[in-house]
Protein backbone atom coordinates (compact mmCIF):
# COMPACT_ATOMS: atom_id res chain seq x y z
CA UNK A 1 0.00 0.00 0.00
CA UNK A 2 1.32 3.48 -1.32
CA UNK A 3 2.61 5.67 1.94
CA UNK A 4 2.59 9.33 1.63
CA UNK A 5 4.70 12.08 3.46
CA UNK A 6 4.21 15.86 2.92
CA UNK A 7 7.20 18.02 4.29
CA UNK A 8 6.13 20.26 6.13
CA UNK A 9 3.31 17.86 7.64
CA UNK A 10 0.11 17.82 5.08
CA UNK A 11 -1.75 20.22 8.67
CA UNK A 12 0.54 22.88 7.76
CA UNK A 13 -0.55 23.56 4.32
CA UNK A 14 -4.30 23.20 4.77
CA UNK A 15 -4.83 26.58 5.42
CA UNK A 16 -3.21 27.74 2.30
CA UNK A 17 -5.92 28.09 -0.86
CA UNK A 18 -2.93 26.25 -2.87
CA UNK A 19 0.18 24.31 -2.81
CA UNK A 20 3.06 24.10 -4.86
CA UNK A 21 6.38 21.91 -4.99
CA UNK A 22 8.02 18.76 -6.08
CA UNK A 23 7.46 14.97 -5.18
CA UNK A 24 9.42 11.87 -5.37
CA UNK A 25 8.38 8.55 -5.86
CA UNK A 26 10.62 6.05 -4.37
CA UNK A 27 10.24 2.42 -3.04
CA UNK A 28 11.63 1.93 0.37
CA UNK A 29 11.95 -1.45 2.41
CA UNK A 30 9.64 -2.77 -0.68
CA UNK A 31 6.89 -0.38 0.32
CA UNK A 32 5.68 2.58 -2.58
CA UNK A 33 6.43 6.13 -0.98
CA UNK A 34 5.33 9.39 -2.16
CA UNK A 35 6.94 12.22 -1.04
CA UNK A 36 6.12 15.93 -1.28
CA UNK A 37 7.30 18.94 -0.25
CA UNK A 38 6.11 22.44 -0.86
CA UNK A 39 8.08 24.81 -2.96
CA UNK A 40 8.96 26.98 0.53
CA UNK A 41 10.21 23.86 2.00
CA UNK A 42 12.53 22.24 -0.61
CA UNK A 43 13.79 23.54 -3.83
CA UNK A 44 15.05 20.51 -5.18
CA UNK A 45 14.09 17.01 -5.33
CA UNK A 46 17.29 15.72 -3.97
CA UNK A 47 16.78 17.51 -0.86
CA UNK A 48 13.39 16.17 -0.56
CA UNK A 49 15.20 12.35 -0.95
CA UNK A 50 17.73 13.77 1.92
CA UNK A 51 15.02 14.97 4.41
CA UNK A 52 13.46 11.52 4.09
CA UNK A 53 16.63 9.77 4.72
CA UNK A 54 17.46 12.22 7.79
CA UNK A 55 14.48 10.90 9.56
CA UNK A 56 14.64 7.46 8.73
CA UNK A 57 18.73 7.39 9.43
CA UNK A 58 19.55 6.21 6.36
CA UNK A 59 22.92 7.10 5.56
CA UNK A 60 24.26 10.00 3.35
CA UNK A 61 26.22 12.74 2.24
CA UNK A 62 26.22 15.91 -0.09
CA UNK A 63 29.23 15.42 -2.80
CA UNK A 64 28.45 18.92 -3.80
CA UNK A 65 25.21 21.30 -3.43
CA UNK A 66 23.82 19.30 -6.10
CA UNK A 67 24.88 15.72 -5.88
CA UNK A 68 23.48 13.89 -3.20
CA UNK A 69 25.11 10.34 -2.31
CA UNK A 70 24.11 7.04 -0.91
CA UNK A 71 24.31 3.46 -0.88
CA UNK A 72 20.89 2.19 0.71
CA UNK A 73 19.51 -1.33 -1.56
CA UNK A 74 16.62 -0.82 0.55
CA UNK A 75 15.46 2.69 -0.69
CA UNK A 76 14.86 3.13 -5.05
CA UNK A 77 13.82 6.17 -6.34
CA UNK A 78 11.52 5.92 -9.38
CA UNK A 79 11.21 9.14 -10.31
CA UNK A 80 10.15 12.76 -9.43
CA UNK A 81 7.76 15.44 -10.85
CA UNK A 82 5.99 18.92 -9.53
CA UNK A 83 2.45 18.81 -7.61
CA UNK A 84 -0.17 21.33 -7.53
CA UNK A 85 -2.63 21.25 -4.58
CA UNK A 86 -6.21 23.31 -4.98
CA UNK A 87 -7.81 22.89 -1.90
CA UNK A 88 -10.96 24.73 -2.93
CA UNK A 89 -11.50 22.83 -5.70
CA UNK A 90 -10.12 19.47 -4.27
CA UNK A 91 -7.63 19.10 -6.98
CA UNK A 92 -4.27 17.56 -6.65
CA UNK A 93 -2.04 17.53 -10.25
CA UNK A 94 1.55 15.81 -10.81
CA UNK A 95 3.01 16.44 -13.62
CA UNK A 96 6.77 17.42 -15.07
CA UNK A 97 10.02 15.48 -13.68
CA UNK A 98 12.73 15.43 -11.76
CA UNK A 99 15.80 16.55 -14.17
CA UNK A 100 17.89 14.33 -11.43
CA UNK A 101 15.43 11.14 -10.75
CA UNK A 102 13.57 11.06 -14.49
CA UNK A 103 9.53 11.05 -14.66
CA UNK A 104 7.57 9.36 -12.01
CA UNK A 105 5.76 6.42 -12.85
CA UNK A 106 2.12 7.16 -13.17
CA UNK A 107 1.00 3.61 -13.47
CA UNK A 108 -1.46 2.75 -11.15
CA UNK A 109 -0.62 6.07 -9.59
CA UNK A 110 -4.57 7.37 -9.07
CA UNK A 111 -5.72 4.19 -7.44
CA UNK A 112 -2.23 3.82 -5.10
CA UNK A 113 -3.12 7.77 -4.31
CA UNK A 114 -7.05 7.50 -4.04
CA UNK A 115 -6.90 4.56 -1.86
CA UNK A 116 -5.08 6.08 1.25
CA UNK A 117 -7.61 8.02 3.02
CA UNK A 118 -8.28 11.55 3.60
CA UNK A 119 -7.87 14.25 2.27
CA UNK A 120 -6.26 12.20 -0.15
CA UNK A 121 -9.21 9.82 -1.38
CA UNK A 122 -11.34 13.49 -1.68
CA UNK A 123 -8.72 15.12 -4.56
CA UNK A 124 -9.65 14.86 -7.89
CA UNK A 125 -6.51 13.69 -9.30
CA UNK A 126 -4.53 15.19 -12.48
CA UNK A 127 -1.97 13.57 -14.42
CA UNK A 128 -0.40 15.26 -17.21
Not at 74 to 100: A, H, P, Y
Request: proline share 3%; glycine share 8%.
Amino acid sequence: MLKIKTYPALEAMRHLNEVKGKFIQIKWKGDPWLLFASKDQHQFHNQIVAHFMTEQHLAHHWKSPEVLLFEDDDLEISGGGKFFINWKNKQLTLSDNSMVYGRFSDEGLSDAILGCGLPWSEFELVIS
